[in-house]
């Protein structure tokens, strides 16, 4: 894991950048006598996001509350699990975009790129792409599994249980499973 640390407003630092030999040749080395500065005042930092879940068809309005960003939608750039989500409104504490469709499974990660800044700090904080059980979009335009069938969730594929399934012969979950909260919900197999 990453250990999170408190940093002073400036801190100055040396830069060393090691490049492989085999990539580069003599004559585009350079070598730099300077300190680079980081200050956690001018990083954009994230501090929650709304909702934290939405399908894999793409569509859901995903807001990004934070501070210190950049206004203005052309300003800052958005990808969620590497794929763009599009920025329709951005203020200094907020942004608002709509998730593009995930056409294969991978983890969850979310960059937040801002043309004068750089990447927010995300604090830990993702967007999950998740389908829910009961939705024909879960399994590729067919029914949801029946009483007797047999289901495998791949890796990097989430599932929302939003009903109680019948009676399945196996169940092989490689990805996630999630149980949705305002429900008494069971899964036997």
């Known amino acids: 894991g990453i250990e999170l640390t408190t940093f002073t407003d400036v801190a100055a630092c040396p830069i060393k950048v090691e490049v492989d030999a085999d990539d580069v040749s003599e004559s585009n080395v350079v070598v730099a006598n300077q300190t680079f500065e980081y200050s956690t ?11 934290t879940m939405g399908s894999a068809a793409g569509g859901t309005f995903l807001t990004i509350s934070g501070v210190d960003f950049t206004a203005g ?60 059980w009961s939705a024909v979009t879960t399994w590729g335009g067919e029914a949801p599994p029946q009483e007797g069938e047999s289901v495998i969730i791949p890796f990097g594929q989430n599932i929302l249980l939003d009903v109680s399934p019948p009676y399945l012969q196996l169940i092989v979950i490689e990805g996630r499973l999630v149980w949705e909260d305002a429900r008494d919900l069971a899964i036997q197999a």
């Not at 005042?41 to 909702?51: E, F, H, K, R, Y």
């Not at 995930?102 to 389908?131: C, N, Q, W």
């Open 73 to 132: 939608p052309t300003s800052v750039s958005v990808a969620v699990d590497g794929i763009t989500c599009v920025v329709s409104t951005a203020t200094t504490t907020q942004i608002v975009c709509v998730t593009g469709a995930r056409p294969s499974h991978t983890e969850p990660s979310l960059m937040v790129r801002f043309s004068d800044k750089g990447d927010a700090a995300t604090m830990g904080h993702t967007f999950l792409y998740i389908d829910r």
């Open 41 to 51: 005042a001018d990083t954009p930092t994230i501090t929650g996001l709304s909702p």
